[in-house]
């Protein structure tokens, strides 16, 4: 679909994106200093739909503008999709925070990556996460996947209800992402 050549400037391009991202919010955190929006302190369970997926993920703050981030899905038919990684928040006003995540990934899958055996690869993305109103938090992300030979840009966009102050429902779509395009239910339980 893309050459070689596209494929490279895609990469430089993100590249180049999350390290003024980061500088702007390393500049910013500098000046003054600054909390976030949103708690990136919990734990969620999932359910993916076309294809079926379970899965589950958890974020933790390590400082008040990074944190620590994991997630697994599966079919449950001798594949997975997990990854692990580091991020960064930073308000961008009141209402909204720019995230961007680096993540090891671990996968299976006999579709995307024409294989029987596991693969590891990285992930980058860049996000922006806002508040419509006091419950309603909408947002998304969009980042570039290297596994092996499979090599994408990806990307989602969500929608979260916050019920109470510990916990949300949300539902996420994805896009290009190993189990192809999808609707992800999500319940989030802060910690």
Known sequence: MFSPLDKF?????????????ASVSAAQANAQPTMSNFSYDYA?????????????GFSTSIHPNAHITGS?????DSDWDAALGVGFHAPVNNWADITGE??????????ALKS???????EVNLGVRQWLGPQLEV??????LNIDDYEEVIGSVYGRFHATELFSV???????????????????FKF
């Open 9 to 21: 400037v895609m990469r430089k391009i993100l590249i180049a994106s999350g390290l003024v991202l």
């Open 44 to 56: 969620e369970a999932r359910i993916g739909i076309s294809p079926l997926t379970y899965g589950a």
């Open 72 to 76: 697994v899905d599966t079919e449950f």
């Open 102 to 111: 680096i993540k090891a990934r671990s996968a299976k899958n006999k579709g």
């Open 116 to 122: 029987s055996s596991g693969k590891f690869g990285v």
């Open 139 to 144: 947002g998304g992300t969009i980042g570039h």
């Open 170 to 188: 949300g539902v996420t779509g994805r896009f290009n992402e190993l189990y192809g395009d999808q609707v992800m239910l999500s319940t989030r």
